[in-house]
């Protein structure tokens, strides 16, 4: 097998120890790994070592160090997908590495769940990949057109794209996303879809598919997260629907999926402005004047402050900072003229 079509570029071999073969995961299961390399699809188990490196594992699109029937270390990831972990906790779980677009998979069955695909896009943006919406279910949708253009107009800066994976409608734009080597991740709810789209695009059947319910949504069906070869020589990673989406700690991506609301920040008269009473408020005009959705400006806040909370939990530099913070505005108020001592 050609490396090359794997998505492999010779700059990669600066990381690969010596003695080794490059591999591409293309799943993980209870603790073993498929791996594909030069030599064909091989079962490995990741060395005891490469935990202590790298918390969480090999995932699904990384590059590793392969040698005997061992995968000894996993070569820099260019992009990653990830979220929180599902669950109370605050550990990053890499849900696909080293991939070119990320699509944002939602369905046009039904009305349009814009909080929803901006939470997706958020995070799409922080993992240095590019996002696309790709909208499913085209022929259960009875004015595509304009449900097309109300996600449009929400996701700003991205290509939405309408498909059908019963017609065959819209799929020819999505492989134009996917050259060969060039690797795409299906990230969405679970019943949208994503299971239908990646049997459509590899022209087999590559992922189980569930009946779809009365309401026209569709059944969980995708188990593991897995990369498939697609005809035209791209790669697909099909993912389980995800019940929990946590952003992890970039704030970066939330700045980029809502750039209408931090461009009207930037402009507000103060630059701690909380953009609730404040006088000279750009957001809050933006708001009064019907230039800017409530419901974004809340979805905006609530992300911000996710992202910062994750944050707060994981570096701890961050959490310095923020107690620092917190002392100099106490500071602040007991200097204040007439405030009781």
């Known amino acids: 097998m050609e490396l090359a079509a794997l998505g492999w570029t010779a700059d990669r071999a600066v990381a690969l120890p010596a003695g080794c073969l490059p591999g591409r995961v293309t799943r993980v299961d209870r603790g073993r790994l498929s791996v594909l390399t030069a030599e064909g699809e ?7 070592a490469l935990h202590d490196a790298l918390p969480g594992g090999p995932a699904v ?9 061992l995968a000894v270390a996993v070569l820099p990831r260019r992009t990653a997908f990830t979220r929180t972990a599902a669950g109370r906790t605050s550990a990053a779980q890499v849900v696909a590495a080293n991939v070119d677009v990320v699509l944002v998979v939602d369905s046009l069955a039904g009305e349009a769940r814009l909080r929803r695909v901006e939470r997706y896009l958020a995070v799409a943006w ?5 996002p696309v919406v790709v909208l499913t279910k085209a022929d259960l949708c009875a004015d ?11 996701a700003l800066g991205v290509a939405v794209l309408a498909v059908s994976s019963l017609t065959g409608d819209g799929l020819d734009a999505v492989r134009a996303l996917l050259g060969p080597g060039r690797t795409a991740a299906m990230v969405g709810p679970s019943g949208v879809g994503k299971s239908s789209l990646a049997n459509a695009l590899a022209g087999r059947r590559v992922a ?5 319910r009365d309401d026209g949504r569709g059944r969980h069906a995708t188990t593991a997260r897995e990369l498939h070869l697609l005809p035209d020589g791209g790669l697909l990673v099909d993912t389980p629907g995800m019940r929990e989406l946590g952003l992890h700690d970039d704030l970066d991506g939330v700045g980029r999926a809502y750039a209408d609301v931090t461009g009207l920040a930037v402009d507000c008269r103060y630059r ?9 408020c750009a957001v809050a005009a933006a708001i009064e004047e019907g230039r800017l ?9 609530k992300l911000q402050g996710e992202a910062h909370r994750q944050r707060l939990r ?19 108020r007991r200097a204040e003229p007439g405030r009781p001592r």
């Open 293 to 301: 959705d409530p419901a974004r400006f809340i979805a905006w806040r």
């Open 314 to 332: 994981v570096d701890a530099r961050a959490r310095a900072d923020e107690r620092a913070k917190l002392r100099a505005l106490h500071r602040s």
């Open 61 to 69: 699109g990384d590059w590793v160090a392969v040698r005997d029937e």
């Open 144 to 154: 595509v057109g304009p449900a097309v253009a109300q996600v449009a107009d929400d």
């Open 42 to 48: 091989q079962r490995l188990r990741p060395a005891a």
């Open 272 to 280: 701690d402005c909380g953009h609730r009473t404040e006088p000279g």
């Open 126 to 130: 922080s993992s240095g990949a590019t």
């Open 208 to 212: 189980g598919t569930r009946e779809i």
